[in-house]
């Protein structure tokens, strides 16, 4: 399906939530001219030509959503890329389904910004090419207050929102049922629940609001509580630790993606290499507490994160 296709759907889908306000940020090239391109270092491959890069790929273009995502290429591996002697492109995005089209249409060289279960399925639906490559650092998913300050406050008949995407829907929904304000279906799948899963919503009767995942932080207003995703929280300014319950699995942590056919090759083991060096882990632990972190990290994975139990996060890391 085209960009344009895709983003035609997605204007008609957010006008009929309200929402239709939200300028949804696109790939780099003329047929997306609203994307958030910004400027590459003059002057760093060139000062570098002896450098250890892969000859055959010295421009690399990232792409991620605003937010933690983007100030991660920003503050550290765009830095640390371009010492190298790459020249590194970041192209920054406000949803979550331009980056795998860009990706596969060749407009980006990765992307990052999902975890393997929302990929799985994307690419699956899109028949795309694509490959999980590294984890990176990931903010929890979160239930914030919105005209309710406390899980306490729950009561009959509240609006709960959630993000609309099938893959963090679902999330939503496993989240409301621990809390016992839902109850899911029995033998469920819980990375593909869905509303029809439901068994009952008797107990509080929510009226559960979809909302494309970047407007979420912008409604908590017009909600008693908002599920948000940790990477759109912290974007909005909103603390992690501003959360009144977080997801305590540590199935969605986030990994970078590629092209099948990139596997392999020189320039994605730099950059993964970037995202494992002991300076971006001190620089995640430095700016991002909180976070769930990759597990090939050893003794870091989690780390700074108090929601879920050591046995529970082993049997559930990938």
Partial sequence: ??????????????AAVGVSSLVLVGCSNSSAPEATQEPVTEGSTAE????????????????????????MVRNQVKGSLEAQG??????????????????????????????????????????????????????PLGIYSGKKNTLDAAFKGMSVSAPNDPSNFARALVMMNDLGWI???DNIDPLTASKADIADNSKYDIDIIELEAAQLPRARDEVDFAVINGNYATDAGIELTEALFQEPSFSYVNWSAIKSADTGKKWVEDVTNAYNSEAFKKYAHDTFPGYKYPKIWGADHGAHTDAAAPAEAEAAAQ
Wanted: glycine residues 4%; charged residues 25%.
């Fill in 1 to 14: 399906m085209k960009l344009t296709d895709i983003s035609r759907q997605l204007a008609t889908a957010f």
């Fill in 48 to 71: 570098t030509a002896a450098s250890d890069i892969d000859p055959e790929h010295t421009k690399i273009i990232i792409g991620t959503t605003e937010g933690d995502f983007a100030d």
């Fill in 183 to 185: 109850k899911l279906k």
């Fill in 86 to 139: 790459y020249e590194v492109e970041l192209i920054a995005f406000t949803d979550y389904v331009r980056p795998n089209l860009a990706l596969a249409e060749g407009d980006l060289d990765i992307n990052i910004f999902q975890h393997k279960p929302y990929l799985d399925n994307f690419k699956k639906e899109n028949n795309l090419d694509l490959v999980e490559a590294f984890q990176v650092p990931t903010a």
